[in-house]
């Protein structure tokens, strides 16, 4: 009797274990499609924020109840014209500035140049040392529904500054649509010597809206 008894709950793990893997896969397929994903850093755009090879975290949910905010870094599609590749290519940079924003560089009055955005100067101590904030005056407004990004590694970046300068001052193409975003980049991983949260810098606090 006992022996029946103990096989029975044997028989129907093994059953229901095809359906467990199954249910499994499925979570982790929605997850991945819907909630978080992980992507690796491929290039030196964002130093030493982000180092290559660095592997972070991406909140796919989060911009389907807000819009992206000034400070935070986010995963997008980049356009073709960014990119050169025709099937989509997953770019990471820093929200710099965001629909109606005025974006100015620089200004001089203090010891070193700064971004200044909607008449607010503000400093940038996760540029990459040595770096100045632009490689060049630019005088900007962002559309409404769109983004300008810059990596944090400016003189190594392909951003809307670029692609500003390359368009002839085409702020349509120099700026990225919001339904592009993939998600926010919200914490490294991996390696674990450089875990850590992506918070949005405290020095984006106080910027009016525009």
Request: proline share 9%; glycine share 8%.
């Amino acid at each position: 009797m006992i022996d029946e008894q103990t096989e029975k709950p044997r028989s129907s793990f093994w059953k229901e274990l095809p359906i467990l893997l199954g249910v499994a896969i499925l979570v982790a397929v929605l997850v991945r499609a819907f909630v978080l994903q992980t992507f690796f850093i491929p290039s030196p755009s964002m130093e030493n924020t982000l180092k290559i090879d660095d592997r972070v975290l991406v909140n796919k949910l989060v911009y389907d109840f807000r819009s992206p905010h000034r400070g935070e870094v986010i995963v997008f599609k980049a356009p073709t014209s960014w990119s050169g590749n025709p099937q989509g290519e997953d770019f990471i940079k820093r929200v710099i500035g965001v629909g109606g924003d005025h974006v100015v560089c620089c200004d001089r009055t203090g010891p070193q140049e700064r971004l200044v955005i909607n008449g607010k100067p503000i400093d940038e101590p996760f540029v990459f040392p040595g770096n100045k904030p632009a490689d060049q005056d630019f005088d900007i407004t962002v559309p409404q529904g769109r983004l300008w990004v810059m990596g944090d590694h400016r003189e190594a970046s392909g951003d809307s500054l670029e692609h500003w300068q390359q368009s002839g001052e085409d702020i349509n193409e120099a700026t990225i649509p919001e339904d592009r975003v993939v998600g926010r980049a919200f914490t490294i991983f991996w390696p674990p010597s450089r875990a850590t949260w992506l918070t949005v810098p405290k020095q984006f606090d106080g910027i009016p809206n525009p």
